[in-house]
C-alpha cells in the first residue's frame, strides 16, 4: 500500500487507470482507492517499435496507438473506460512565470469610512493583523470582486506571455496553443508573501504562475487515439504537477527527469518551482552509443544498458560497457550545464540534485554530476545526488511487482533474460564472463512480449504522484 499524506474526498472505492506515455515507452497503471491507501492491481511497460515516433512536428500515430494498446491489454480485464493521461515533456510543456500587478490608486483612504461600519472593522482587523500593508496613501482592502478581477487579469497575461514566446521558439500560432492548467504558486503584495490576496491591502502584487500547454492538434490526435481504443480522457498531467505537491518548502534543489530523449529540468529556490526547461537528449543516447559500437540492434542495446545499470553483467562487460558511454555521457553533461547557465543566469545553482525517469537509474550518470567538471557554472560546493522515490511507505509486495512476470509463471513460460537474477549470480560466482551481446532470439521475443512489466518503485510511485495532483484538485 501506498499511503498519501492528504485526504481523499471520494469515499467510495474506485478503479483508476493511469496512462504516461513517453519518448520511448507507454506506462500504464491499474490501481483502487481504498479509504487513504492505494492499492496497485496490476502495472504495464510498452517500448515503441521504433525510436523517434515524435522526432518530427507530427509523430506516428499507428505505433503510438499500438504501444498504449498493448500496455491496457496487458493488465489483463481492465474495464475502465476513462484514463487519466501524461505526455512527453516536449508535447505537453510545463513553464514557471512571473507577473506583477499594480493595483489602482483606490477611490478612499483609511478613515474615509464611517467608524462602525462592517468595511471600516474588516480593514482594521487585517491592518492590526499586517501592519505592514497599512500605509494612508493606499490602505484598501482587497474584497472578493477585486480577486476575481486580479486573477483574471494575472492569468490572462501570463497565457498571453507563454503564448507570445512558444510561437516564436515553434512556429506555432498563438491561437493554437491550449492550456491544461494554470496553477499560482506563490503571492507578495508589496514584497511581503502572503497565502491570499483577499482581506490584505497593498499596491503591487507579483505572483510565481505554473502552466502547462500544448499544440492543440497534438492534443486531438491524442484524443483521437484513446477514443479509437474505446477510452476516454479524464485529465491529462504532467510531471510538475506532481512533482509540485512534494517539493520541501523551504529547499532549494535541482530535479532532473531524464527520459528516452528529453532531459527535464526543475530548478526550485525557497522550495518554490522557480524555472523549467529541457533539453532533447535523455538516455536513448546511451542504447545507441552501445548498439552502434557492439553491432547490435536498438532493443538488444537497451536490454544491455538496463542490465549495466543493475549491475548484472560481469567486471569486463561493465567496464567496457561505461567506456563506451563514457563520450554521449561527457555530451550530456555539456548541454546540462549549457542549460542551467541559461536557466539561472550566472546566480549560484542548489547543490542538492534529485534525480528520476529511466536515464537516472545509469550509475555513470550520478557520477558525472556528483563528480564532473562544474567550474563553468556558479555553484559554491560539491553537488549531492540522489534518486527520488516520493513513495516513502512502499511496501514490498509492490517493489517486486511484475504483472508479465506473475502470469509467466502461472503458464510456464520462461521469465526475460536481463531480469532474471539467478543468472548474474551464477555469473559472478563462477567467475564466466557473459556475452555482450544478448540473444537476438531472446531479446527479440522480450521486446515483443514484453516481460519487462512495471516493477521500480520508483517508476510506480512517481506515476501515482502525478495522480495526487488530480485528486487534490477535487
Not at 472578493?144 to 490572462?156: A, P, S
Not at 527520459?259 to 530548478?267: E, K, R
Request: aromatic share 8%; proline share 4%; hydrophobic share 35%.
Amino acid at each position: 500500500m501506498i499511503h498519501f499524506p492528504f485526504r481523499l474526498k471520494r469515499k467510495k472505492a474506485e478503479t483508476t487507470l493511469l496512462i504516461d506515455v513517453g519518448t520511448e515507452t507507454v506506462k500504464a497503471l491499474l490501481f483502487k482507492e481504498q479509504g487513504q491507501e492505494i492499492k496497485i492491481l496490476g502495472s504495464s511497460l510498452e517500448y515503441f517499435d521504433r525510436y523517434g515516433i515524435f522526432d518530427s512536428r507530427d509523430f506516428e500515430t499507428d505505433v503510438l496507438k499500438k504501444a498504449i494498446s498493448r500496455a491496457v491489454q496487458n493488465l489483463g480485464g481492465n474495464d475502465n473506460k476513462s484514463i487519466i493521461l501524461g505526455l512527453p515533456a516536449h508535447i505537453l510543456k510545463a513553464r514557471v512565470i512571473h507577473q506583477s500587478l499594480k493595483r489602482e490608486e483606490p477611490k478612499k483612504i483609511m478613515g474615509d469610512e464611517p467608524k462602525g461600519s462592517s468595511l471600516s472593522v474588516a480593514r482594521a482587523r487585517v491592518t492590526k493583523e499586517h501592519s505592514f500593508f497599512s500605509t494612508p496613501r493606499f490602505a484598501r482592502v482587497i474584497d472578493e470582486k477585486e480577486e476575481k478581477e486580479i486573477f483574471q487579469k494575472v492569468l490572462e497575461k501570463a497565457k498571453r506571455n507563454i503564448c507570445q514566446i512558444y510561437s516564436e521558439q515553434s512556429g506555432i500560432l498563438p491561437e493554437d496553443i491550449l492550456f491544461i492548467d494554470l496553477k499560482i504558486l506563490e503571492i507578495k503584495i508589496d514584497g511581503y508573501l502572503v497565502p491570499a490576496i483577499q482581506k490584505y491591502e497593498g499596491k503591487t502584487l507579483d505572483f510565481i504562475i505554473l502552466a502547462t500547454f500544448l499544440p492543440n492538434h497534438y492534443l486531438k490526435k491524442i484524443k483521437n487515439i484513446i477514443e479509437s481504443l474505446g477510452l476516454t480522457i479524464k485529465a491529462v498531467i504532467q510531471n510538475a504537477q506532481g512533482l509540485n505537491f512534494y517539493i520541501d518548502k523551504t529547499a532549494d534543489k535541482i530535479f532532473l527527469d531524464i527520459g528516452g530523449t528529453i532531459t527535464q529540468i526543475f530548478l526550485v529556490k525557497g522550495g518554490v518551482l522557480e524555472k523549467i526547461d529541457e533539453f532533447p537528449m535523455g538516455g536513448q543516447i546511451f542504447s545507441k552509443a552501445i548498439s552502434e559500437k557492439l553491432g547490435l540492434r536498438e532493443a538488444e542495446a537497451r536490454i544491455l544498458k538496463e542490465r549495466y545499470s543493475k549491475r548484472e553483467l560481469s567486471k569486463e562487460s561493465s567496464d567496457r560497457i561505461k567506456e563506451i558511454i563514457s563520450f554521449p555521457s561527457q555530451v550530456w553533461f555539456r548541454n546540462l550545464k549549457l542549460k542551467l547557465k541559461e536557466m539561472t543566469a550566472r546566480r549560484p545553482l542548489p547543490l542538492n540534485i534529485i534525480l528520476f525517469g529511466g536515464g537516472s537509474q545509469l550509475p555513470d550518470v550520478q557520477d558525472i554530476l556528483k563528480n564532473g567538471e562544474w567550474e563553468s557554472v556558479p555553484s559554491g560546493g560539491k553537488f549531492e545526488v540522489q534518486i527520488f522515490y516520493p513513495g516513502e511507505e512502499i511496501q514490498e509486495e509492490i517493489k517486486t511487482l511484475n504483472t508479465r512476470a506473475k502470469r509467466s509463471r502461472a503458464t510456464g513460460e520462461d521469465e526475460p533474460l536481463s531480469s532474471s537474477p539467478t543468472r548474474a549470480k551464477r555469473s559472478r560466482a563462477t567467475g564466466e564472463d557473459e556475452p555482450l551481446s544478448s540473444s537476438p532470439t531472446r531479446a527479440k521475443r522480450r521486446v515483443e512480449k514484453n516481460e519487462c512489466s512495471l516493477n521500480s518503485p520508483q517508476q510506480i510511485s512517481l506515476l501515482l504522484m502525478f495522480y495526487a495532483k488530480i485528486k487534490k484538485a477535487y
